[in-house]
């Protein structure tokens, strides 16, 4: 058996190969992260005169860049295993405390196999990738909406403090349509009451009319806001309702696509109380196989919602603070489903009222909640089968 160790990187990478005993038989040497690249590894390896059939590849997944060598390795029949980095740092210490030099991470990656204590990472099959990845987008554009959003805020409240008062939602299709056309005071209270008029009714679908004008130019006329550099404050204000629009397009667009792939899964998560189709494919896109979790705790664990451990001399104790160690999206979807499970949930409802009455903060007996969402999404997704609550006589901690 010859091990080759690949340490990954964005444009080059480092290969070395090892046999069963240790042996080093190709020294570390670098190749490019393309075909060229691809080609030059493989005729190291022939030029060593090894065997392909008794060669296995160990790489690291390090962000998105071991993905392309990894799939053309695999498409080509060859063993492929991928490790998790830290896996790599216990073996490392080992051999700096034995040589006192710093090894060459090829190599370490090579002995982390041949020793064979480690935990192989996968790929997950090509709709949960892709789901994945839609959903991770998703996230991104939804932060930068929160990040637009709290810009426009900044400015409204330097240069039209009072407008926000006059709906319910800043962001809603009334006010960002009067936003991209008129945001200012100076601007509203210029305008023809007919034409406001008009772009209220169109854009409210006419829910206001004449009333909300009256209203929105009454506010503009007598606005407390920053008179000075009015003409930059509409402009920046314009754009970014504009790139709000934009970047509502894209969500509704991804949307759209999970929508899709979802449909092929025909899976039961969604008959959990509190998941629905998009939070359905956060958390199915984060887990993956749920074979790869031997309990609702490792799945837990993975999630960063297992609590903390503290020790110190001869103290150890567990902290029900979360680790947040794991994925922060899997995390984030869970806390979204468990704090809209603990409304509408007959059985999580009980035990997030039974830790409430326990003298728990809100914010800590949503935790525990989440940590019971946990161990429903775990037993559905094990046994493929849709969530039934079950409300015990006495709820279990």
Not at 21 to 45: D, H, Q, W
Not at 49 to 63: I, N
Not at 229 to 246: C, N, Q
């Amino acid at each position: 058996m010859y091990i080759v160790g690949i340490d990954i990187a964005k444009r080059k990478h480092e290969a070395a190969v090892i046999d069963g005993e240790g042996t080093v038989i190709i020294k570390p040497f670098s190749f490019t992260n393309n075909c060229s690249g691809y080609n030059r590894l493989l005729a190291m390896l022939t030029k060593a005169k090894l065997p392909l059939d008794e060669v296995s590849f160990a790489m690291e997944a390090t962000g998105h860049y071991w993905l392309a060598l990894f799939t053309r390795l695999q498409k080509e029949g060859f063993r492929v295993q991928v490790i998790n980095p830290v896996q790599t740092n216990s073996i490392r210490s080992f051999y700096i405390r034995q040589a006192k030099t710093d090894p060459r991470d090829a190599l370490l990656i090579a002995e982390v196999i041949r020793f064979g204590h480690f935990s192989e990472s996968t790929l997950h099959p090509e709709n949960i990738y892709e789901l994945r990845e839609l959903c991770r987008g998703r996230h991104a554009i939804v932060s930068m909406q929160a990040d637009v959003k709290r810009k426009v805020v900044a400015l409204l409240d330097q240069v039209f403090p009072e407008y926000e008062t006059a709906f319910t939602n800043l962001f809603g299709d009334t006010s960002m349509a009067i936003l991209q056309a008129c945001p200012t005071p100076k601007e509203l209270s210029g305008m023809p009451l007919e034409e406001l008029c008009y772009l209220i009714e169109v854009s409210s679908h006419k829910r206001f009319r004449m009333a909300k004008a009256q209203e929105l130019q009454a506010l503009a006329r007598n606005s407390f806001g920053f008179a000075m550099a009015g003409d930059v404050f509409s402009t920046m204000i314009r754009l970014y309702a504009k790139h709000l629009d934009f970047l509502k397009q894209q969500v509704r667009e991804m949307d759209r696509k999970i929508a899709e792939i979802m449909d092929t899964l025909d899976t039961p998560i969604t008959t959990i109380t509190g998941i629905g189709p998009t939070l359905g494919a956060y958390i199915l896109s984060e887990i993956g196989d749920i074979s790869r979790f031997s309990s609702a705790a490792k799945l837990a664990a993975y999630a960063g919602i297992d609590p903390t451990m503290r020790q110190s001399g001869e103290y150890n104790g567990v902290r029900n603070r979360m680790s947040k160690r794991g994925s922060p999206y899997l995390r984030h979807a869970i806390w979204l489903a468990a704090s809209s499970a603990v409304l509408h949930d007959p059985a999580l409802k009980l035990y997030f009222q039974k830790k409430r009455d326990e003298g728990k903060p809100y914010m800590a007996s949503v935790g525990h909640a989440c940590r019971k969402m946990v161990s429903i999404i775990y037993a559905v997704m094990r046994d493929n089968k849709a969530y039934t609550p079950y409300i015990p006589n006495e709820i279990s901690a």
